[in-house]
């Protein structure tokens, strides 16, 4: 009895946390890219983050130059919207959720959703365009060969997995 008081004082004191996490399906880019309306190389050209109507989330607004379109049409412009951002000193942010830098160049994955575009299947949808030992590389920073399987293209890094640009564009063109 004596234990269990002091244990329970400890956790009062200590105080406990939450903890936050995003689990992501297990996909593969055939049902990524079916899943998209919307496929292009961009790069970032703007970022806007700012406060819904009724002041209770922040979005964040994110301005893309097409270098090119994979699958679908969208002209040299492209503004996609996701829940998440920083106003301020206030900030909300989305586990699992891309993040965008301006100036970054990246593969985006975009589904159409309530009048806006936005990333499929959150960080799953962004692949960072590199240059890597003098390759043009695709990277996703959120999956490993668990969460987002790419047949027939393997990568030297399951915890990350790189594919040479060119040959990720043809094999998303096959679908």
């Given at each position: 009895?004596?234990?269990?008081?002091l244990?329970?004082?400890?956790?009062?004191?200590?105080?406990?946390?939450?903890?936050?996490?995003t689990?992501?399906?297990?996909?593969?880019l055939e049902k990524l890219?079916r899943?998209s309306?919307?496929?292009?190389?961009?790069?970032?050209?703007?970022?806007?983050?700012?406060?819904?109507?009724?002041?209770?989330?922040?979005?964040?607004?994110?301005?893309?130059?097409?270098?090119e379109?994979?699958?679908?049409?969208?002209?040299?412009?492209?503004?996609?919207?996701?829940?998440?951002?920083?106003?301020?000193?206030?900030?909300?942010?989305?586990?699992g959720?891309?993040?965008?830098?301006?100036?970054?160049?990246?593969?985006?994955?975009?589904?159409f959703?309530?009048?806006h575009?936005?990333?499929?299947?959150?960080?799953?949808?962004?692949?960072?365009?590199?240059?890597?030992?003098?390759?043009?590389?695709?990277?996703?920073?959120?999956?490993?060969?668990?969460t987002?399987?790419?047949?027939?293209?393997?990568?030297?890094?399951?915890?990350?997995?790189?594919?040479?640009?060119?040959?990720?564009?043809?094999?998303?063109?096959?679908?």
């Amino acid at each position: 009895m004596r234990q269990t008081i002091l244990l329970i004082l400890i956790f009062f004191l200590l105080g406990v946390g939450t903890a936050e996490s995003t689990v992501f399906a297990p996909t593969n880019l055939e049902k990524l890219s079916r899943q998209s309306q919307l496929i292009a190389r961009v790069r970032v050209s703007a970022l806007a983050s700012s406060w819904n109507e009724q002041k209770n989330r922040i979005y964040t607004t994110i301005e893309f130059a097409v270098i090119e379109i994979i699958k679908g049409q969208a002209g040299d412009k492209i503004v996609i919207q996701q829940l998440g951002g920083v106003v301020g000193e206030d900030a909300l942010l989305i586990q699992g959720a891309p993040d965008f830098q301006v100036s970054e160049e990246a593969v985006v994955f975009l589904s159409f959703h309530q009048g806006h575009y936005r990333v499929a299947s959150l960080g799953l949808g962004k692949f960072d365009v590199l240059e890597q030992n003098g390759k043009v590389i695709v990277l996703n920073r959120i999956a490993d060969n668990k969460t987002l399987f790419i047949e027939g293209l393997d990568s030297e890094d399951p915890l990350h997995p790189k594919f040479e640009l060119t040959t990720f564009i043809q094999r998303i063109k096959q679908y």
